[in-house]
């Protein structure tokens, strides 16, 4: 078996007297789509939060390609390759789309933003290219007609690829999706997974996803972690995870 791409060993976090992620361990291999499931404040988004550097765990590591990144700060994580969307959007809605999607390839590539933005004469061949490759972006998420709109301007849904582009545009080998397919209609939900895959194969990625809705996860993911008041009570594939008694009960048995 190939060497885990991420690895969360023991990982905790509490809030005064709440645990919100108690001593979580699971793995995510090289090209996996990993799914996290789980009810509402089951400790879902503390968990990316977690590995992404947000907030600092209590207990437990967190490691990438073997080595401990336990409570780096975001943006050295981030520099890592690990790039995420956020449950409640975190678009600049001022600027267009275009442009939002050039803040992630900055990141990247490390060119100071403002002077490109500005279109300072140093760095307009520079910012040709980048704007190419955030078209390049915009057009894979259906987006492109778009580019010059402003972010806030757009529907949910489109504002929901948005920031997938964004994130894709840092250039990452793991992808934290954190309820990707919230508000959107059940054909853009049946979009949303295929794109997920295509994207996967593109850039040679992982994804780790946080869904509610069961039948998409169970259809996409190669393997699931189920997160119930912090604690992880199931980890296998669709198939074992549909089976098992504790999920059925923590989750699956809900109304949701
Ligand atoms: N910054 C914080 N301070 C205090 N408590 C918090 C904080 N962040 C989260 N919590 C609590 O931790 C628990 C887990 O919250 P979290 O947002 O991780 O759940 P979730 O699984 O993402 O839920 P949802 O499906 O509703 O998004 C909840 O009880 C929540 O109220
Ligand atoms: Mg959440």
């Known amino acids: 078996m190939t060497a885990p791409l991420l690895a969360l060993d023991g990982l905790s976090c509490r809030f005064g007297g709440l ?9 995510v291999q090289p090209g996996e789509i990993f799914g996290l499931l789980g009810p509402n404040g089951a400790g879902k988004t503390t968990l990316f939060n977690l590995i992404s550097g947000i907030t600092p765990p209590s207990g437990g590591s967190v490691h990438w390609r073997g080595s401990t990144i336990t409570g780096l700060p975001s943006h050295r994580i981030a520099r890592l390759g690990i790039a995420r969307t956020f449950q409640n959007l975190r678009l600049f809605g001022s600027l267009s789309c275009l442009e939002n999607v050039l803040v992630g390839l900055h990141k990247r590539s490390r060119q100071p933003l403002i002077p490109a933005l500005l279109g300072n004469g140093l760095f307009r061949r520079r910012q040709a290219q980048l704007e190419e490759e955030a078209l390049a972006l915009l057009r894979l998420l259906d987006l492109e007609p778009w ?5 806030a301007s757009l529907a ?41 895959r295509s994207i996967r194969e593109q850039f040679n990625l992982s994804v780790l996803i946080i869904e509610h809705h069961v039948p998409l996860m169970m259809e996409l ?34 109304s949701r």
Do not use: H, M, W
């Open 221 to 254: 993911c190669d393997r699931l972690a189920v997160l119930n008041f912090g604690e992880r009570i199931a980890l296998g594939t669709p198939e074992q995870v549909r089976r098992d008694p504790a999920v059925i009960e923590a989750y699956l048995g809900t």
């Open 147 to 151: 580019a010059k709109q402003r972010a």
């Open 19 to 27: 645990v919100a992620v108690g001593q979580v361990s699971f793995a």
């Open 156 to 196: 949910y849904g489109d504002r929901r690829r948005l920031e997938i582009a964004r994130a894709l545009a840092t250039g990452p080998e793991l992808l934290l999706l954190d309820e990707p397919a919230a508000g959107l209609n059940p054909r853009e939900k049946q979009e949303l997974s295929a794109l997920i």
